[in-house]
T-cell receptor, first 111, second 112 residues
Framework: SQQGEEDPQALSIQEGENATMNCSYK?????LQWYRQNSGRGLVHLIL?????REKHSGRLRVTLDTSKKSSSLLITASRAADTASYFC???????????FGKGTMLLVSP | KAGVTQTPRYLIKTRGQQVTLSCSPI?????VSWYQQTPGQGLQFLFE???????NKGNFPGRFSGRQFSNSRSEMNVSTLELGDSALYLC???????????FGPGTRLLVL
């Protein structure tokens, strides 16, 4: 079963608007990552936030992590058409476990 | 540095055949993970290799196997292909497990 679950499943906005995607997970983590995938291609790493961090920024991206609620959010500010893609959160577990991905949020940014 | 490369990019096979996919990680990366992506199941972890040892394995049948060579290149093999094996197979490398993974473009496998 998926560790991370993104919400919403799909999001449609206009260029210039902000896009917020949420991720919930079930077990304790060491870190949580967000990836982007364009049209069935390989995934591109966006940002990694560690369990002892609450917020992280990278360019137009802002990620928050609430370990008490087992949730994270990804905010993309001033969206562009080029941001159209699927966005996945990925969590690890304890020990040597590798990443577990959610089913993703499909973001459509219209010009 | 060159990124993760995967070969072949596209593959068409028939049921019952076997297939081998190849992945070359970023230079210096010792961890290679494989994922299967389908519209229905999403991204599912297949296995992870670190320094030629399989450290983790996902919930896939024994028809799915892999290995890693001393230069960190990895191969995965699927024997006795089934229609449901049609998917995008993604390889990712990282310096260490649980750190940022860098993905290749994937191999799209179609089983007829």
């Amino acid at each position: 079963s998926q560790q991370g679950e993104e919400d919403p499943q799909a999001l449609s906005i206009q260029e210039g608007e902000n896009a917020t995607m949420n991720c919930s997970y079930k077990t304790s983590i060491n870190n949580l990552q967000w990836y982007r995938q364009n049209s069935g291609r390989g995934l591109v790493h966006l940002i990694l936030i560690r369990s002892n961090e609450r917020e992280k920024h990278s360019g137009r991206l802002r990620v928050t992590l609430d370990t008490s609620k087992k949730s994270s959010s990804l905010l993309i500010t001033a969206s562009r058409a080029a941001d159209t893609a699927s966005y996945f959160c990925a969590t690890d577990g304890s020990g040597y476990s590798t990443l577990t991905f959610g089913k993703g949020t499909m973001l459509l940014v219209s010009p | 540095k060159a990124g993760v490369t995967q070969t072949p990019r596209y593959l068409i096979k028939t049921r019952g055949q076997q297939v081998t996919l190849s992945c070359s990680p970023i230079s210096g990366h010792r961890s290679v993970s494989w994922y299967q992506q389908t519209p229905g199941q999403g991204l599912q972890f297949l296995f992870e290799y670190f320094s030629e040892t399989q450290r983790n394995k996902g919930n896939f049948p024994g028809r799915f196997s892999g290995r890693q060579f001393s230069n960190s290149r990895s191969e995965m093999n699927v024997s006795t292909l089934e229609l449901g094996d049609s998917a995008l197979y993604l390889c990712a490398s990282s310096l260490l497990t649980q750190e940022t993974q860098y993905f290749g473009p994937g191999t799209r496998l179609l089983v007829l």
